[in-house]
């Protein structure tokens, strides 16, 4: 019998726009492989950040895993930049500056971790 709570999987993506959109498209599949499809709209939307801020800031390639271990399904994008995100207070009419608020709000927990050798990880976690 496959334990189908104890799964991950990952992918690497390029510095590039359409990446966010490809990372989505990765998410999405995996959730449907592993029937937490009701999971998809937060983890995508938090994927799409991280990605975002991975190809705008950290302009490196940049690695997608997710998996699920018990009942809690993480989201981790790792980059080539050791620069942590921050938080900023937007205003109203900024066109930039509230993505972490958005992982903030949807994810049960996040954060920051350096990774030997020069990475940073920026984690998500989400309640099945």
């Known amino acids: 019998m496959v334990d189908r709570t104890h ?5 690497t993506f390029p510095a590039q726009v359409r990446s966010a959109s490809r990372t ?3 998410v999405t599949q ?3 492989e592993h029937d937490l499809s009701y999971l998809a709209e937060d983890i ?4 799409s950040e991280l990605a975002t801020n991975a190809t705008l ?3 490196t390639p940049f690695r997608v895993s997710l998996g699920q271990r018990a009942r809690v399904v993480v989201l981790v994008v790792r980059d080539g ?3 942590a995100p921050q938080r ?5 009419m900024d ?3 509230r993505g972490l608020l958005l992982v903030d709000y949807v994810s049960h927990d996040w954060g920051v971790t350096e990774v030997p050798g020069g990475f940073k990880s920026v984690w998500a976690s989400f309640m099945t």
Do not use: E, P
């Open 7 to 11: 799964w991950l999987h990952n992918c």
């Open 24 to 26: 989505r498209d990765f």
């Open 30 to 32: 995996h959730l449907a």
């Open 44 to 47: 995508r939307l938090v994927a």
């Open 57 to 59: 800031h950290a302009r």
């Open 81 to 83: 930049s050791l620069s």
């Open 88 to 92: 900023v207070d937007a205003r109203v």
């Open 95 to 97: 066109t930039h500056g």
